[in-house]
């Protein structure tokens, strides 16, 4: 520490060296906090910030580091500032916000339609206990071996296009929901919970790509979020659940007419930030447990599976005031 900090005192320089680190520690805090107002029009660079927002203050160590190393007093003080905007963005997340009961656990998996081994893949998310299991990425040819895997423990079970619902309660109303891409990837079911009836979807968005030639290629995307936002906006019951891949994360302004409608819940009462993809190395949340007219218990991510994703987890206590 001697070494680091030796010869700082008395020498002027320091305020005058390190002003490409400040400047550098100036525009990173800019971008945090001024992420909302990067445009999308070029290569949807905006969501593509807000994807892996959370990620940029990796630079803060380094820069800090670098501070250090170059003796500057004006690079480490100008460093507060994105230290202080990051903590104001995600320094809750660091916290663990989960609750002990509940009385409704909840899951969703995307279980890769090249998963080597579904049936294994089935019964790793089914001895989580959850009431309700949400399955996304489901091919023709695997519906069965998961239908089998899972029949002893969900009494109640629908498959709608690549997705599907397996429940302890009984469903009803089910249907596909409409997301604007010519096949079914969405779905919507009433399940009579012992508290009173929850409508619940599962939806699985289409995939975006980072291209060089394109940027952030997410259009399809952001149109199926739009037309599942509006079906939820229908939706005439009270109490809501939505699980699926949506393929963006809830700090992406694309996906506004779904987030702003329900709520995270590994933002309301997870423990650190819950990222789901890519299994090997997490790096974000993609895979969402959203509710609305129910309060979040705990969330948080199952153990690997043969997936490129990891499954998600939620207890929630069903409101019944009303």
Request: without cysteine.
């Amino acid at each position: 520490m001697h070494r680091l900090f030796g010869g700082w005192r008395g020498d002027p320089r320091i305020w005058r060296r390190g002003i490409i680190l400040a400047v550098l520690a100036l525009l990173l805090a800019l971008v945090m906090l001024l992420h909302s107002h990067i445009p999308n029009r070029v290569g949807n660079l905006g969501s593509l910030t807000e994807t892996f927002l959370p990620w940029l203050g990796v630079a803060i160590p380094v820069l800090l580091v670098l501070g250090v190393l170059r003796k500057s007093a004006t690079a480490l003080l100008t460093i507060l500032l994105p230290a202080i905007v990051w903590l104001n963005l995600f320094g809750g997340l660091l916290t663990d916000r989960t609750a002990a009961g509940g009385d409704l656990m909840m899951a969703t998996h995307n279980v890769n339609a090249d998963n080597p081994d579904p049936a294994a893949t089935a019964r790793d998310v089914a001895s989580s206990g959850a009431d309700l299991l949400a399955l996304e990425e489901l091919p023709a040819s695997a519906v069965p071996v998961y239908e089998k895997a899972l029949a002893s423990t969900y009494k109640y079970h629908a498959v709608v296009g690549t997705v599907g619902l397996w429940s302890k309660y009984p469903m009803a109303d089910v249907r596909d929901v409409d997301i604007k891409l010519g096949w079914k990837r969405a779905m919507r079911a009433t399940v009579t919970t012992p508290k009173g009836p929850l409508a619940v979807y599962v939806a699985h968005l289409p995939s975006v790509r980072v291209k060089v030639e394109a940027g952030f290629t997410a259009r399809q995307r952001d149109k199926s979020a739009d037309a599942l936002g509006e079906a939820i906006a229908d939706e005439p019951l009270r109490r809501v659940v939505l699980l699926g891949d949506l393929n963006g994360t809830m700090n992406d302004r694309s996906l506004n007419a779904v987030t702003s409608q329900l709520r995270s819940t590994q933002g309301a009462a997870g423990s650190g930030f819950g990222f789901s993809w890519p299994a090997s190395f997490p790096m974000a949340r993609i895979d969402q447990i959203m509710v609305r007219g129910v309060e979040p218990e705990s969330s948080w991510t199952l153990p690997r599976t043969d997936s490129d994703h990891l499954p998600v987890a939620a207890r929630v206590k069903v409101d019944t005031s009303s």
